[in-house]
């Protein structure tokens, strides 16, 4: 019954995270395109740094934008934070109650790394902290002024995160770390550096004295990193939906590919928000593009080799998925754990293997996403015989 519950807990989080997420990435999309939208005004006051107009849901906005801070502070100030608060907890939340309750299904996975819960979960939550700690430090060495050479570096410490988790977590739960990892950072970039940078600011304007300029610089910064980290963050948080993105190899390739092209997206955006045309906002689909392709075609399964004459039968397809599958994938699991088949997903006959036979390839044979952290520790032998019976069934 506790698994049921369960169950009801992750839908429900899921729900939650979903829905802060489209509203915090929502409306920072938003103001990033106000922002680069902005045009001089004729007649506005001398403070007014630029403004927009826009139309929507029956009438017309006209934004301003103040560089340092109208003449006189207004009574009501909109502040944009706690959608980003939102977005982490109920994500860390989600994140506890698949890996961490479920570890031994999804977190851990013993070909890579023999864990008990308890040092999976201590690593997950000491590397989140860490990985806070490295780039923030990253930022604020001297290294951080330049916003480029600063980026290259964040990359990296991306990429080797990367790398770092798929020496000890299931490949899923790496893939899936490394996008928590900088999510982490982006809220942490609002909470620790965005928000208390902007209420100093507002302080020092109702003091009557200028702001130190090195809080907006340092804000700059870091949405600038939240701007690009958006869109390869949520191909993370997606992909462990489907196995081919951590079925493969050196999941740090992926990773790679990943940020580059949802950085490269992004740019196209804000170069065309800010006006820009020609090359400046011609390059980036093509390249994005190719690199999508080439990420396909990198991550596709390698075949795996059988003698072409070995026969098999019903019998042996029967014995691999009642040894590896049905323990969890039955009408009345008997794994501990297990209240109902997951995903409703019963493999208890051949006919129901041929029933899901696109998903049982995609999941055992194409990849070792199932059984989850390879449980019933199923072999590559066995995997063939699985995928040759799909083929030809
Ligand atoms: C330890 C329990 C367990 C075992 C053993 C297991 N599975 Fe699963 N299976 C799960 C869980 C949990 C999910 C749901 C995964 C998720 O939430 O993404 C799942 C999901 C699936 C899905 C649906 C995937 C989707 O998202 O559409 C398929 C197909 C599947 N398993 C096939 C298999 C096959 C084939 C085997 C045997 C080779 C197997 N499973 C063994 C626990 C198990």
Known sequence: MADYWMEWASLLLRWLHVITAIAWIGSSFYFVWLDLSLRKAERSPKSVYGESWSVHGGGFYHVQKYLVAPDTMPKELHWFKYESYFTWVSGFSLL????????????????????????????????LALGWFIYDGLCKTPIGKDLRVLGILVYAVVVASAYAYSEIFSSRAALLHVGALVATWMTGNVFFIIIPNQKKVVASLQRGEAPDPTLGQQ?????????????????????????MTFAGE????????????????????????????????????????????????????????????????????????????????????????????????????LADVQRYKQQVYAQSVASEAMPPGNLTQMTAGERAILGRWLETH
């Open 96 to 127: 506890a109650v698949t890996y961490y309750w479920g570890a031994q299904v999804f977190l851990i996975d013993p070909s890579v790394a023999d864990l008990s819960v308890t040092q999976a979960v201590g690593l997950s939550l000491g590397s």
């Open 219 to 243: 804000a700059k910064q870091r949405s600038t990193h939240n701007n690009y980290l958006t869109l390869p963050v949520l191909f993370m948080m997606l992909s462990n939906h489907y196995p």
């Open 250 to 349: 050196d999941l740090w390739i992926l990773v790679a590919l990943v940020v580059l092209i949802g950085a490269i997206i992004r740019d196209y955006f804000n170069a065309g928000h800010a006006g820009a045309d020609g090359f400046r906002v011609k390059w980036q689909w093509p390249v994005a593009s190719a690199l999508i392709v080439t990420l396909a075609v990198w991550a596709r399964p390698t075949a795996i080799s059988l003698d072409s004459h070995q026969i098999i039968e019903n019998k042996d397809v029967e014995i691999i998925v009642s040894t590896h599958c049905t323990g969890c994938h039955a009408a009345q699991p008997t794994m501990s754990g297990f209240s109902a088949p997951p995903k409703g997903v019963v493999l208890e006959t």
